[in-house]
C-alpha cells in the first residue's frame, strides 16, 4: 500500500530551466508534506516543505504546490542548476515531529550544462 | 550543533546472524526514526522512538526491535537475519517541531550473504 507515489523515476533538464517533480498521496490525514535531497554516499536532506492548510511555499528557487483535492503535489525548481542533480524523495506525515514520515520512491533529477 | 551520527558506515553479516545499529541523534533532538532504504526505493518507516518509548512501527517483523537511550541516542537491533534484510538503514533525528522535518545520518550499509 503505497501512500505517497512518484511515478516518474528519472526527470532530464536543461541548465537554466525550470525543473518540476510530481508527487501522489493518497491519506487524507497528512499534516505535513516534504521534500528531501539525496546525493549519492549522504543521508537525504531537507529541502522544503507545507503544511496541509496552505497551497504554496516558497524558499529562493525552490516551491512547492499542494493541491488537497486532487491529492498532489509539485516541487519547482527555478532555474535549475547542475549541483540540483540528485534523488528527490517526496514525503509526508501525519502528526508533530515527524510522526511516522512516508516517502515516496524517489526521482532521479539530471541537470545538463 | 552535531549532526545525526551512525555506525558502523558498513558491515556485512551472513543469514542467521543478528546485528546491532548505532545513532547519535542530533543534539537537541528527542526523537529518532529508523528507516530501511532499499536499492532504487525510498526510505520505509520502521519505528520512532520519543524519549525512550517506542512511538510508532512500520510494517516490519518483531525481529526489528529497537531501544533509545536516555541521552536520545538510538540501536536498531535485527535478529535472524535474511538475505532481503540487505539495505541501507537510515536514522533520523527532530526535534517535535510542528513541520515534521527529519535530520538524516549518513546511514549504515549492511549487507546479508
Known amino acids: 500500500d503505497q501512500q505517497v507515489k512518484q511515478n516518474s523515476p528519472s526527470l532530464s533538464v536543461q541548465e537554466g530551466r525550470i525543473s518540476i517533480l510530481n508527487c501522489d498521496y493518497t491519506?487524507?490525514?497528512?499534516?505535513?508534506f516534504l521534500w528531501y535531497k539525496k546525493y549519492p554516499a549522504e543521508g537525504p536532506t531537507f529541502l522544503i516543505s507545507?503544511?496541509?492548510?496552505?497551497d504554496k511555499n516558497e524558499d529562493g528557487r525552490f516551491t512547492v504546490f499542494l493541491n488537497k483535492s486532487a491529492k498532489h503535489l509539485s516541487l519547482h525548481i527555478v532555474p535549475s542548476q547542475p549541483g540540483d542533480s540528485a534523488v528527490y524523495f517526496c514525503?509526508?506525515?501525519?502528526?508533530?515531529?515527524?510522526?511516522?514520515?512516508?516517502f515516496g520512491a524517489g526521482t532521479r533529477l539530471f541537470v545538463k550544462a | 550543533e552535531t549532526g545525526v551520527t551512525q555506525s558502523p558506515t558498513h558491515l556485512i553479516k551472513t543469514r542467521g546472524q543478528q546485528v546491532t545499529l548505532r545513532c547519535s541523534s542530533q543534539?537537541?533532538?528527542?526523537?529518532v526514526s529508523w528507516y530501511q532504504q532499499a536499492l532504487g526505493q525510498g526510505p520505509q518507516f520502521i519505528f520512532q522512538?520519543?524519549?525512550?518509548?517506542?512511538?510508532g512501527r512500520g510494517n516490519f517483523p518483531p525481529r526489528f526491535s529497537g531501544l533509545q537511550f536516555p541521552n536520545y541516542s538510538s540501536e536498531l537491533n535485527v535478529n535472524a537475519l535474511e538475505l532481503d534484510d540487505s539495505a541501507l538503514y537510515l536514522c533520523?533525528?527532530?526535534?517535535?517541531?510542528?513541520?515534521?522535518?527529519?535530520?538524516f545520518g549518513e546511514g549504515s550499509r549492511l549487507t546479508v550473504l
Open positions: 533520523a533525528s527532530s526535534g517535535g517541531r510542528g513541520t515534521g522535518e527529519l535530520f
Open positions: 491519506n487524507s490525514m497528512f499534516d505535513y
Open positions: 507545507i503544511s496541509s492548510i496552505k
Open positions: 514525503a509526508a506525515s501525519a502528526g508533530t515531529g515527524g510522526f511516522k514520515t512516508i
Open positions: 543534539s537537541g533532538h528527542n526523537t
Open positions: 522512538y520519543y524519549r525512550e518509548e517506542e512511538n
